[in-house]
């Protein structure tokens, strides 16, 4: 008897853990990716303890580490006065986690991991450019149909993984609203090989508050291993796409953080809409949603993929309790309830308040927050709990007495 079949449509990070969690969990994987290789688009670059803990239980840990840069601390900034409100600490984790820092890398890193230990394992199959173009399913199975150079074909398993991002397919299929609003400012990313650290002495994760253009810095470690620096800006409600990415605007934003007569060198400039959006449900039958194709926010304070992951592997193991545990079919139903309650409340929740934090404009409410930054920073058990729950470990330790 053939074992149980999960098709995952994605080849994203989220994708790819589900899909080799499942391997290893003993389903039968067809990996399903519509574009040619996987995005190199600098896109989310901070992995959370919590999450790190799941790549190690699917066995990436160490090249995972090894392709990002290791960062204990984070830290907040008032960039009209260039000066450092408050550091947070990792280290106050030590006690609660064997991962107490976060590794800043780009996303497309830990996919090309996973998909080569995919391509060592049995019983899986992964298909670039194959198109998913509909989805039929029954109380025993779902068909997935796809366009590729070959022409038209059909997958059918037990289970469907949508983790196609933000525009997702399959959560169109499904005919499943995706509820909440988009930004009217767009956010621009500027990639620059300048070494703020050295510069400023700020540290690999910076959030700079300026009510009339808050910034955030990353360090990642580049394909190269050389290092380069993600600023993500707000741009102007009225700013076109060709304004806001010109030379004299990178050039002027840039400096705004810090100046310098020579000009920058970028690398890479981007800009996209920036949505709050949960699905309003996360299961249809036989197919689930994970990662952006089940919920979007704004990077601030680098949640996204990390609650990606973390719908994938509890998805795994949820859909593992039912194929191979002896679970009534009832239980499919807990993956809704776990993760979309913790997506509203951990992930909606910290990005908007983030956000809000960075650009207050009332000098007074402005104050108060940061004062109470550096209030948390001085109390080691207040900023224990906040790291707690700023890297999602409260909230993969709370979902578990979710029945």
């Not at 994760?205 to 360090?219: H, Q, V």
């Not at 919920?295 to 191979?324: K, Q, R, S």
């Not at 239980?331 to 309650?341: F, Q, T």
Request: proline share 4%; hydrophobic share 40%; with cysteine.
């Amino acid at each position: 008897m053939s074992s149980p079949h999960v098709i995952v449509v994605g080849s994203g990070p989220v994708g790819v853990v589900a899909a080799l969690h499942a391997s290893q969990q003993g389903f039968q994987v067809t990996l399903l990716e519509e574009a040619a290789a996987v995005d190199r688009n600098p896109r989310a670059a901070t992995t959370h303890p919590s999450t790190l803990e799941m790549i190690a239980r699917v066995g990436l840990i160490d090249e995972f580490i090894a392709a990002g840069l290791v960062a204990r601390r984070f830290e907040f900034w008032d960039r009209v006065e260039r000066c450092r409100i408050a550091r947070f600490d990792h280290a106050l984790l030590e006690n609660d986690t064997a991962y107490p820092f976060v590794v800043q890398t780009e996303q497309h890193k830990l996919a090309n991991i996973g998909l080569a230990h995919l391509a060592r394992r049995a019983g899986v199959e992964v298909r670039f450019n194959a198109r998913v173009t509909g989805l039929v399913q029954d109380e025993r199975s779902v068909t997935v149909s796809t366009e590729g150079p070959s022409g038209a074909s059909s997958v059918t398993a037990d289970y469907l993984i949508g983790a196609d991002g933000g525009r997702s397919t399959i959560r169109k299929a499904l005919d499943i609203e995706f509820e909440g609003y988009t930004w009217p400012e767009r956010f621009i990313v500027l990639t620059t090989t300048f070494d703020f650290e050295a510069e400023m002495g700020c540290c690999h994760r910076t959030y700079f508050a300026d009510p009339d253009e808050w910034t955030n810095l990353f360090k990642v470690s580049g394909d190269d291993g050389l290092g380069r620096w993600r600023a993500v800006f707000p741009t102007r409600v009225d700013e076109s796409d060709e304004e806001a990415l010109g030379d004299e605007a990178v050039q002027a934003r840039l400096n705004r953080v810090w100046p310098r007569t020579a000009p920058y060198p970028v690398v890479h400039r981007n800009i996209y809409n920036v949505h709050q959006r949960v699905a309003v449900r996360f299961r249809a039958g036989r197919a689930f949603l994970a990662g952006d194709s089940a919920h979007v926010n704004n990077p601030i304070g680098g949640l996204g993929l990390n609650c990606g992951i973390h719908d994938a592997m509890e998805l795994v193991d949820t859909l593992h309790g039912v194929a191979f545990g002896g679970a009534a079919p009832a239980l499919l139903d807990r993956y809704e309830r776990r993760r979309r309650p913790q997506n509203i409340e951990y992930v909606q929740q910290q990005t908007i308040a983030n956000k809000k934090r960075l650009e207050e404009r009332e000098p007074a409410a402005r104050q108060a927050r940061f004062d109470e930054l550096r209030a948390i920073e001085a109390d080691p058990a207040r900023q224990r709990a906040f790291l707690m729950r700023s890297s999602l470990l409260e909230s993969a330790r709370k979902v578990q007495s979710v029945e």
